[in-house]
């Protein structure tokens, strides 16, 4: 057991399951003591029963500012103090296709995913003094585009933007906003889906995350080792939003001399690319006769450029001429 939370107290929202109870269980490790604020009764008294004395269950429904004030007083009332507020429940859209989508979840998502992290954050706020950290749980699908899922994807990118306007105006009250967006772990919401083949094709880090990676991340902007960090956005997300994963050139490049690919690779550089890599001309036979003046020309155009005659000039003339402002002003 650790005590970098040590003497602070915590509501959790969607605490009962998945990430929310990764977080309570690490809070309760490091000295909090926590309220677990969640919908689902049962498994708020099994966790509850799991950490003992230092949580309690509160029936929360989110989407309703009165229960966020609920448990709020809760958190005050049992344990005398309110320091660190996680706005961690949530729930998916549907996924199909904009065009295929009738919108018919829009209101319950965006209660829940939206406005259960504005309303948290404001009752939190009221009762929390300097030194208070609220921390709201976001997803990668708010920060990076995608097919599906939209009004998930438009809650959660509120909540982020929502999240980072908090900051500064509860600055002044000396309370601290910061936003988590985890990716690529399995929990009940993503539960269809194969975490491993999406961690394969999407993800830099190829490792698999968990509910304690994402509980770490919450740990540090709960304690004080977070201090001067506000209005942050901190993805857990194993590098999936910084680009995808690197993929061997062999997988991508077309056969020799074949396809766009090998065509671009003849003809990159052009004919100046020819010149370069081909063999030298033989030197030209000494010209006969009478031999070139090469300083009257090179004075015949350093006259033209002193009455701005418009003339092209390349490296030779400027070192002939000498006058590399001259060469540069020229008319044309």
Request: a positive charge.
């Amino acid at each position: 057991m650790g005590d970098e939370l040590d003497g602070k107290v915590a509501v959790i929202t969607g605490g009962a399951n998945g990430i929310g109870r990764g977080i309570a269980e690490l809070f309760v490790e490091e000295g909090a003591r926590v309220v677990i604020a969640d919908l689902d009764d049962d498994a708020g008294a099994q966790a509850v029963t799991d950490l003992g004395d230092a949580a309690v269950f509160g029936h929360t429904d989110v989407s309703d500012a009165q229960s966020l004030q609920a448990a709020v007083e809760l958190a005050v009332s049992h344990f005398g103090s309110l320091d660190v507020m996680v706005n961690n429940a949530g729930i998916a859209s549907s996924p199909r296709r904009f065009m295929r989508d009738d919108l018919r979840d829009f209101d319950r998502v965006m209660a829940v995913d939206l406005f259960g992290v504005m309303a948290g954050t404001q009752q939190a706020a009221r009762r929390m003094g300097p030194g208070g950290s609220i921390i709201s749980v976001t997803s990668i699908a708010g920060i990076s585009p995608g097919v599906g899922f939209a009004t998930y994807r438009a809650a959660k990118a509120a909540v982020i933007h929502f999240s980072r306007c908090a900051a500064i105006e509860l600055a002044e009250l000396g309370i601290r906003v910061n936003v988590i967006a985890p990716a690529n772990i399995a929990t009940s919401i993503n539960a269809a889906f194969d975490t491993e083949s999406i961690v394969a094709r999407i993800q830099p880090l190829q490792r698999l995350g968990s509910t304690r990676d994402v509980a770490n991340a919450a740990v540090y902007l709960a304690s004080e080792r977070s201090a001067q960090v506000t209005g942050t956005l901190l993805p857990v997300d194993g590098g999936t939003t910084a680009g995808p994963p690197p993929i061997a050139v062999g997988d991508v490049v077309a056969s020799s001399g074949r396809g766009r690919l090998g065509r671009h690779r003849r003809h990159v550089g052009g004919r100046k690319r020819n010149r370069r890599h081909a063999q030298p001309h033989p030197p030209r036979p000494a010209r006969q006769g009478r031999p070139r003046r090469r300083h009257r020309r090179g004075r015949r155009r350093c006259l033209r450029a002193r009455r701005g005659r418009p003339h092209h000039l390349d490296l030779d003339d400027e070192r002939r001429t000498g006058d590399a402002d001259r060469v540069v002003s020229l008319p044309g």
